[in-house]
């Protein structure tokens, strides 16, 4: 969710081994690589690849009218700030 992008969060990702908790770290932007050490695919020493997850932000399609107000506030903020 867009929220968590900005503030950082801890999200669930698949991997080869099941799913891990990866810590999204704040302001990470839409396509943003990051790396899972060792949770790729295997090599032939027997160690692991690592395994590098791309960030999609999922923009809600669905709003309730007090967070469309919250969102309608940020872009006022943003765009004095521009001023």
Request: no cysteine.
């Amino acid at each position: 969710m867009p929220w968590q992008a900005v503030l950082g969060d801890k999200v669930s990702a698949p991997t080869l081994e099941g799913t891990v908790s990866v810590t999204l770290p704040p302001a990470t932007h839409a396509g943003k690589r990051l790396r899972l050490r060792g949770k790729g695919l295997p090599k032939k020493d027997n160690s692991r690849g690592d395994l590098y997850l791309r960030v999609v932000i999922d923009i809600p399609s669905q709003l309730s009218e007090k967070e469309r107000e919250l969102y309608h506030g940020l872009a006022a903020q943003h765009r004095k700030e521009e001023s």
